[in-house]
């Protein structure tokens, strides 16, 4: 089976690269510690916080705080995962080796996606525990409403950047220009448009404004998101069909 | 067997290959020789599927190299050198790429044996000499034990003695009933070890020949003669029975070894010679010469050489550069 040849070619090939290990590893490390720091802070805080505050106050989302941080490490993963085939020439010998482009598109992008879920899903419990073990009295329960989804969902939207990251890089094909893109447009320019007054109607469709709604527990108080919790990881699902189908148009399309 | 039929490659308004037709054929070693810039890597490039011909066609045993179930095992190529991730080692960098065609891993050792980079396949490739590069890129090609073999430029920046493997390997392949395609620049090394050459400038095809042939035509020995008394010279070569190559050129050439004969004949009858001297065309020059008229002929497109009469156009040599008939011949 030439898929299945694909997909074990492909695990060879993201096992055998330093990259993979550090950058996953730095996104459990970052996204865990950073959300059981923020926790910490939090409970020492609670106290002096507006009662409105209080009112909103989402101990489940709190203890996903490290993923702001966490899912740069992810978009390094997915975009050097991609364009690491271009920056090193790669991309000839395995178009050489794997002629049917889709089919060594579509492998590449399964295995490190199921890679990223595996390691997103662990990293999303295990800062959701952590966390919660951080935030004492406040703590939610994995029983709670809505906690589970939110837990679960936090390994998705991890595993939905790192395949956003993928697209890009396919399109882009050089992993300096896409981390170029990407890193400032996650860190800085999206948290902008999502919190500017004037861009905040535009801002929240954008892949991880949308998508990281599934990790909300607790609606603010002044809530008019036009969308759910699962609507928003719809809108980021779109983003990623998106930017993969550009990606896999882009490689059927030019000389490797 | 790869077939090229009419394959053309445009980049905007560069033609980097054009309309090139030529079968390289198996059991032999085929040098595909340009210069630099010739359009030698796009092609293979293009017989890869690397690159998408803007038309024409190129196949491999009939097929189009994606319709190739498990292509490595029906062709193998060393493309340009260092196509490969630097931080993954050699022999994961050869597993993956066995594992994608269902080729057993046994294969990879065996390969990186033939090459001789047993010893370093579990380092990292990025720390590789060039030497130890283009061993890899062979090992790659090689994986597949394919009928065919594409090799562009392997000798490039070797030493010695991986020159002198490299030459042994491919004969052993052609021997073996391989098709064997290997670019150079370099017409010294093709003369070593291609047994047919295919010689192309600007992307144009110059020559699809036999070694064999192009030697006999391009390393003939000839007698540069000088003399006012052409006239003369020639009536008294006419009456020997000796053949001139071109006589209404200034300068006479008599072919074959016969400076000896040509000078006692004219001495007998008194002619006076400025110039009597035994020439031998080395194949670099016949490259040479062959390669710079396809340049030539682009830097004065549109005004073909000889149009003016009476007026050489700028920078011919004076008469007729010698071997620009070879083909003809």
Known sequence: MAAAQVVRSEWTKIRSVASTVWTLGLAVVVTIALGMLISALSKNEFSGLSERDQLSFDPTFVSFAGTSLGQLAMIVFGVLVVGNEYSSGMIRTSLAAVPRRGTFLAGKILVATVLALVVSMITSFAAFFLGQAMLGDLKASIGDPGVLRAVFGGGLYMTLIAMFSMGVAAMLRSPMLSLGILMPFFFLISNILGNV???????????????????????????????????????????????????????????? | MIELEGLTKRYGEKVAVNNLSFTVRPGIITGFLGPNGAGKSTTMRMVLGLDRPTSGDVRIDGKHYDQLKDPLTYIGALLEAKAWHGGRSAYNHLLCLAQSNGIPASRVREVLDTVGLTAVARKKTKGFSLGMGQRLGIAGALLGDPRMLMFDEPVNGLDPEGIHWIRNLMKTLAAQGRTVFVSSHLMSEMALTADHLVVIGQGRLLADTSMADFIAENSRSYVR???????QLLDALHGAGIRVARPEAEVLEVDGDTSQTVGELAARHQIVLHELSPQRASLEEAFMQLTAESVEYHAHDGQPPGAVPGQQPPGRPPQQPWGSDWKRG
């Open chain 1, 197 to 256: 007054p004037a861009t905040e109607k535009v801002g929240r469709f954008l892949p991880d404004q949308a998508g990281s709604r599934i990790m909300q527990v607790v609606t603010p108080l002044d809530d008019d998101v036009p969308y759910g919790p699962w609507g928003g990881l719809g809108i980021m699902v779109l983003w990623v069909i998106a930017a993969l189908a550009g990606g896999y148009a882009v490689l059927k399309s030019r000389d490797a």
């Open chain 2, 225 to 231: 003669i000088r003399t006012p008394q052409r006239e």
